[in-house]
């Protein structure tokens, strides 16, 4: 079965340190990847995606992730942490096969940054 | 730029009443349109999704259900609310073709069933 998973249910980190959220997939065929951040009691914004090409992607606010296929993982990274980073994220994986529905979402991390 | 509306915010509803929430994308045309019910803050279940205008697919089989009746526009129902039915809603947008399927997701809706 296709799955997402995300294994850690909180990190915490100090302001200015860096950040890693993990997101591991098991998904047939070249999926496209996405990261989602969630404030309280508001919608999710899209932050990034990998599609193809540079294993590295750029997003908003300062995230990037890395792609690495052998592993099947897209870890969410910020070189230095903000309070203001704290928040809810989430992976998600569109399956090639899916058209353009049917994301499978990881249960999502929640991030503390601590001043 | 393309916006997405979700009303109401919040609702407070006893059980046993009906429900519309509704949804309306503006800045784009003929987009695929989703609902997700998020519960205690965390995962997010898709409910349905829909393709076109009166084309819906429902992903779980429930107490809800929807409607399109307009390109731009994405109604959740019920006739009868259940306890289980509150949580926090949210509404969905992607472009049907030629994008790469990121979602873009409206405010939310907090319901809670009494």
């Known amino acids: 079965a296709q799955s997402v998973a995300q294994p850690e249910d909180q990190v915490n980190v100090a302001e200015g340190n860096p950040l890693t959220v993990k997101c591991t997939y098991s998904v047939s065929g070249n999926p496209y990847l996405f990261w989602y951040v969630q404030y309280p009691n508001r919608g999710l914004q899209f932050l990034l995606k990998y599609i193809t090409g540079d294993n590295l992607v750029k997003g908003s606010y300062g995230f990037e992730a890395e792609f690495n296929k052998s592993q099947t993982s897209f870890h969410l990274k910020k070189p230095s942490a903000l309070v203001s980073d704290s928040a809810l994220y989430f992976c998600a994986v569109r399956p090639p096969t899916s058209g353009t529905y049917k994301y499978i979402f990881g249960t999502g991390t929640r991030l503390k940054v601590l001043a | 730029s393309q916006t997405i509306h979700q009303w109401p915010a919040t609702l407070v509803q006893p059980v046993g009443s009906p429900l519309s929430l509704e949804c309306t994308v503006e800045?784009?045309?003929?987009?695929?349109l989703y609902w997700y019910r998020q519960a205690a803050g965390r995962g997010l279940q898709l409910l349905f999704y829909s393709v076109g205008i009166g084309q819906i697919s429902s992903e779980v089989p429930q107490n809800l259900s929807a409607s399109r009746p307009q390109d731009r526009q994405f109604i959740l129902s019920s006739k009868k609310l259940l306890l289980s039915d509150s949580g926090f809603y949210l509404c969905?947008?992607?472009?049907?073709?030629?994008?790469?399927?990121?979602?873009?997701f409206g405010p939310g809706t907090r319901l809670t069933v009494t």
């Open positions: 969905a947008w992607s472009v049907r073709r030629g994008g790469s399927g990121e979602q873009y």
């Open positions: 800045g784009t045309s003929n987009p695929n």
